[in-house]
């Protein structure tokens, strides 16, 4: 079942334990993705994601880095 990735780039520092709790992991390798923390998430969880990390995380408006996810993507070296 597809999903999104939605990348929390350049989050402020102190808000690293939150995104943790939540489920988000850090990207920390070379791999061509964003050295930043993501988390995948169905399509209905999609903009309630999107709205606690404006509100809660970046707390203004900013364009989030959201791909999404297929099978094909998930299980290639491409995501």
């Known amino acids: 079942m597809p999903s999104w990735r939605i990348w929390?780039?350049?989050?402020?520092?102190?808000?690293?334990?939150?995104?943790k709790?939540?489920?988000?992991?850090?990207?920390g390798e070379g791999?061509?993705?964003?050295?930043a923390w993501y988390?995948?998430?169905?399509d209905a969880e999609r903009e309630a994601e999107l709205t606690f990390l404006k509100?809660?995380?970046y707390r203004g408006?900013?364009?989030?880095?959201?791909?999404r996810v297929t099978a094909?993507?998930?299980?290639?070296e491409r995501c």
């Open 21 to 27: 709790a939540r489920g988000y992991r850090w990207n």
């Open 72 to 76: 094909y993507d998930r299980f290639s």
């Open 39 to 42: 988390v995948d998430v169905a």
């Open 8 to 19: 929390a780039e350049n989050s402020p520092f102190e808000f690293k334990d939150v995104l």
């Open 55 to 57: 509100s809660e995380i």
């Open 31 to 35: 791999n061509g993705a964003p050295r």
């Open 61 to 67: 408006e900013i364009d989030l880095l959201v791909r």
